[in-house]
Structure formats: C-alpha cells, structure tokens
C-alpha cells in the first residue's frame, strides 16, 4: 500500500518563528489533507490540497502531485499552534480512505 | 465545513463489557463513514468503512466480531466494542466526507477498559 512519511517528527520553536512540515507519499492519489490535532484528540482540517498552493492567515500548504510531496508552512507561530499536524492522503481508487502519515508533533514556547 | 459528533467523548467500562460509539453527520448525509483508531502518540489506523445499508468493509487484521459496525441511516453509523478488554482501550474516532471530498472527522471517544 501507499507510505506516507513526514518530516521532521518533532519540532520545538520559539513564538514568532517560521516552519516547514513536509509529507511525501509513495504512490499517486486523489487528494491530500493537512489536519492539526488539538490536546484533546480534536481533528482539525487545515487545508483539503490535492495539488497546487493554498493559504489561510498564517499557514499555507503547497501539493506538488506530480513530485509527491505536500509542504505546510506556519510562519509567525503562536503557542496555540503546538500540538501535532497530521497529513493523510486518499489513495487512487480507494474510495475515499484516509491513509495518514505519522505526523509532526510541534511544541511552540512563549 | 461540514460537521461530524461523536459521542461519548469518553467512556470507562468494566472488562468483558459492551460499548457503543454513535457517530453523526449532522448536516449533510453520509452513505460511507470510517472508523479509526489511535493508539498514544501515534498515527491514526483506519479501522473499517461503514456503509449504508450494508455490511461494513474491515481493514486486514481487524476482528469484526470485536468491532460491530452498524450503519442504519444516512446520518448515523455506530461502532460496538464487544466484550472489551484493557487491550481495546484507545481512542476511537470516526470520519465522514463532505460533498467535494473532503473529510470531517467526529471529537473522537477514548476508551478506557478496566
């Protein structure tokens, strides 16, 4: 089946600084996400992003299919930005299953 | 976005006891959901997909008569963790997926067997 890595697995920054989180997969796919998981298990969807660049305030996410790899940027980071980000990408005639990577897990200090 | 609610949010029971998750699409209906599974600190494993009006599809090495699916209706589909044992205690979280494709995920139940 399809493998998803991400990069780095962890990361501590300091409030204000800039970051890159990478996920790369195996295989082609339908469509990609990026969710940020909260400390209490909360999924939230960042960005729906089978390809091309997206942005929304601070984070913004590039898809390079074709390449396959995704990059989520957060810049200005805040200490509510800390917990883990999650890629997951939907295999090719998978029906809409979720694959997901083993995800970032960011610690922002004030 | 679409909205997705699970409940509970977090249950405790007794080993050799049952246990009902229900999972909703509370604004547009579903005829998949997906049930996961996290262990701590780790990456969400898909469990099943639940289909309406049919038998759920289980991932290779998920026991289906540990994990009852049932998918009555187009908005609700339940997850039963028969006879749980320490080993099942988890978080359990489900998924349905909007109009365009994209996924909504529930708040996710932790399980806690004792």
């Known amino acids: ?110 | 976005g679409a909205v997705v609610s699970q409940h509970p949010s977090r249950v405790i029971c007794k080993s050799g006891t049952s246990v009902k998750i229900e999972c909703r699409s509370l604004d547009f209906q579903a005829t998949t959901m997906f049930w996961y599974r996290q262990f701590p600190k780790q990456s969400l494993m898909l469990m099943a997909t639940s289909n309406e009006g049919s038998k759920a599809t289980y991932e290779q090495g998920v026991e289906k008569d540990k994990f009852l699916i049932n998918h009555a209706s187009l908005t609700l589909s339940t997850l039963t963790v028969t006879s749980a044992h320490p080993e099942d205690s988890s978080f359990y979280i489900c998924s349905a997926h909007g109009g365009e494709g994209e996924a909504f995920f529930g708040q996710g139940t932790r399980l806690t067997v004792v």
Request: hydrophobic residues 30%.
């Open chain 1, 1 to 110: 089946g399809i493998q998803v890595e991400q990069s780095p697995p962890d990361l501590i920054l300091q409030e204000g600084a800039n970051s890159t989180l990478r996920c790369n997969f195996s295989d082609s796919v339908n469509n990609l996400q990026w969710f940020h998981q909260n400390p209490w298990g909360q999924l939230i969807n960042l960005f729906y992003i089978p390809s091309g660049t997206k942005q929304n305030g601070r984070l913004s996410a590039t898809t390079v299919a074709t390449e396959r790899y995704s990059l989520l940027y957060i810049s200005s980071s805040q200490t509510t930005d800390s917990g883990v980000y999650f890629c997951a990408v939907e295999q090719r005639d998978s029906s809409y299953k979720l694959i997901f990577g083993s995800g970032t897990r960011l610690l922002v200090r004030p």
